[in-house]
């Protein structure tokens, strides 16, 4: 399969912890690459590899993996943690890429 | 700091070819990355369209693979998008990002255009 399944929406209080997972095939060989995406914006990546950051985003982003489940952990969501949120990976063919279906974060 | 820049019609009509342009700044396209398009529909999630190395080796989304062509210009530093007979369906917000392979990056997109809407009308 090359879909990758997200739950559509999440809420999380302000300062509390949400995670955000992702649900595919390609997970069991590959790892999830995490993107946010704030309206009328591109994405950004947040989290690569096994549990990798670029520089600048906070270390309250992190992220996990078990069989063909990838996780996105943000530990203390802040208001500015609104946003979509994108998986993605390659697919089993590792020739192609996709992504998975968007979770809107709402930060109460 | 990589910059990507996309540059094309915001209008294209029906049955017609979608073309746009990606012009990377701050680095090569000869690097060890691939450069891919990506693109929205509005209000919409992210669909991976193809992606392409500078030696012009390719990869195309099975679902658009017979309409798209991805091609590189390495002397402009830039990669270019067609995609052939076009609907409305078409109509999307199209980047370009990085696919990075350096560094502990495989596979990650880790700059992209701020993307350019087009949109498929009469």
């Known amino acids: 399969s090359s879909e990758l399944t997200q739950d559509p929406a999440v809420s999380v209080a302000l300062g509390q912890t949400v995670r955000i997972t992702c649900q595919g095939d390609?997970?069991?060989?590959?790892?999830a690459t995490w993107y946010q995406q704030k309206p009328g914006q591109a994405p950004v990546l947040v989290i690569y590899?096994?549990?990798n950051r670029p520089s600048g985003i906070p270390d309250r982003f992190s992220g996990s993996s078990s069989g063909n489940t990838a996780s996105l952990t943000i530990t203390g969501a802040q208001a500015e943690d609104e946003a979509d949120y994108y998986c993605?990976?390659?697919?089993?063919?590792?020739?192609?890429?996709?992504f998975g279906t968007g979770t809107k974060v709402t930060v109460l | 700091q990589v910059q990507l820049q996309e540059s094309g019609p915001g209008l294209v009509k029906p049955s017609e070819t979608l073309s746009l342009t990606c012009t990377v700044s701050?680095?090569?396209?000869?690097?060890?990355?691939?450069w891919s398009w990506v693109r929205q529909p509005p209000g919409r999630g992210l669909e991976w369209i193809g992606e392409?190395?500078?030696?012009?080796?390719?990869n195309y989304n099975p679902s658009l693979k017979s309409r798209v062509t991805i091609s590189v210009d390495k002397s402009k530093n830039q990669f270019s998008l067609k995609l052939s007979s076009v609907t409305a369906a078409d109509t999307a917000i199209y980047y370009c990002?990085?696919?990075?392979?350096?560094?502990?990056?495989?596979?990650?997109?880790?700059?992209w255009g701020q993307g350019t809407l087009v949109s498929v009308s009469s």
């Open positions: 590899g096994k549990n």
């Open positions: 701050g680095g090569s396209i000869s690097s060890s990355d691939w």
């Open positions: 993605n990976s390659r697919d089993n063919s590792n020739t192609l890429f996709v």
């Open positions: 390609s997970l069991r060989t590959y790892y």
């Open positions: 990002a990085r696919v990075a392979y350096s560094g502990n990056h495989y596979g990650d997109f880790d700059f």
């Open positions: 392409i190395y500078h030696t012009g080796s390719t």
